[in-house]
């Protein structure tokens, strides 16, 4: 039973080794599930494909929930 190698904030003073067991092993080091560095990639880059398609289609600006209109171009944002 091997435990996961990434060092983890206990709180805001010190951080420590992750406690999850390993699942999997990249370049010599074995990982959880949750810090594996190809699944955290794969986590962001879904993260941003979900925050790009929340962007103004215009300029790009990131809107808040309650503007239907962007400030920077005046594009009205998709869903409202």
Known sequence: MTL???????DGWH???CSRIATVERDGKPYCT???P??????EEKRQAK?????CPKCG???KHWW???PLCGT?????
Not at 51 to 55: E, G, L, M
């Open 38 to 43: 190809v699944r955290v990639q794969e986590r």
């Open 68 to 70: 239907a209109y962007c």
């Open 34 to 36: 949750q810090h594996d």
């Open 15 to 17: 951080k420590g080794q």
């Open 51 to 55: 925050a790009k398609t929340k962007q």
């Open 4 to 10: 996961c190698s990434k060092r983890i904030w206990l």
């Open 61 to 63: 600006s990131s809107p």
């Open 76 to 80: 009205k944002y998709p869903g409202h």
